[in-house]
């Protein structure tokens, strides 16, 4: 990894705050919520999200350090309506799901087997692994969407991208529909699902905005046919 100034340094440890912030704020709604902190299952969930954070920092900036530095920045330029009706929607349906799984724990209402905890880990893995790989393979995957004229910004077709053109949107509606059943609640699948709805809405305007906009999208469309689950959308 080639010698990083000291503005880069600040940018990666601006990122690191940014998402452990995140996941110390779900913690918390879902351990207030579920009234007690005696839920080793979830400890281990959370755990693992931890870890995979960690893990992923140390790929990014071995591997794709662009994506790191551009990330630290969630807002880049002017964002049009629907990039700000995105926001709104994943900010305010991602918090959603520990809050409703919080409170169906302390009611018990869903009580859910291991069987199901395990497939919240596998779902986890998966996803996860998925959206890393697309962070990994795009120096171009900033938080907010526009064309990035100043870093050369071009089609990237290597990677997840050979299988569907929104391979990250795609894993992190995996991963979060991994949330609900690693804290142990089916109710918390309705704000899962709502969140994968504000990924589809995104996709949706974001794969036009690229085929009017970028150089050689088009044609890359064309290739690559499906934008979040091949051989159906």
């Known amino acids: 990894m080639e010698k990083k100034d000291a503005s880069f340094w600040k940018a ?37 999200y931890f870890v995979s954070l960690a893990i992923n920092m140390a790929i990014f900036l071995k591997y794709n350090p662009e994506v790191v530095e551009a990330r630290s920045e969630i807002i880049k330029g002017e964002m049009k309506w629907w990039d700000k009706t995105y926001v709104v929607l994943y900010m305010l349906f991602m918090f959603a799901i520990p809050i409703i799984c919080g409170i169906d724990v302390r009611f018990q209402a869903s009580s859910l087997g291991l069987g199901y905890y395990l497939a919240g880990v596998l779902l986890f893995v998966a996803g996860w692994s998925f959206t890393s790989w697309a962070l990994v393979e795009n120096k171009f995957f900033e938080g907010s969407v526009r064309i990035q004229k100043e870093r050369g910004h071009r089609v990237v077709t290597s990677g997840p991208y050979a299988i569907i053109r929104h391979p990250g949107y795609a894993g992190m509606i995996v991963f979060y529909a991994s949330m609900p059943l690693g804290l142990g609640s089916l109710y918390g699948m309705v704000p899962a699902l709502l969140l994968a709805g504000a990924f589809v809405f995104r996709t949706h305007f974001e794969d036009e905005m690229l085929q009017r906009e970028l150089k050689g999208y088009t044609e890359y469309a064309k290739k690559t046919r499906y934008r979040l689950i091949p051989f159906v959308w």
């Not at 009234?35 to 969930?45: C, I, Q, R, V």
Request: net charge positive; no cysteine.
């Open 12 to 48: 990666a440890a601006k990122r690191g705050m940014q998402i452990l912030s995140s996941l110390v704020l779900m913690m918390a709604l879902f351990f207030f919520f579920a009234g007690t902190l005696d839920l080793p299952l979830a400890w281990l969930y959370f755990g693992l």
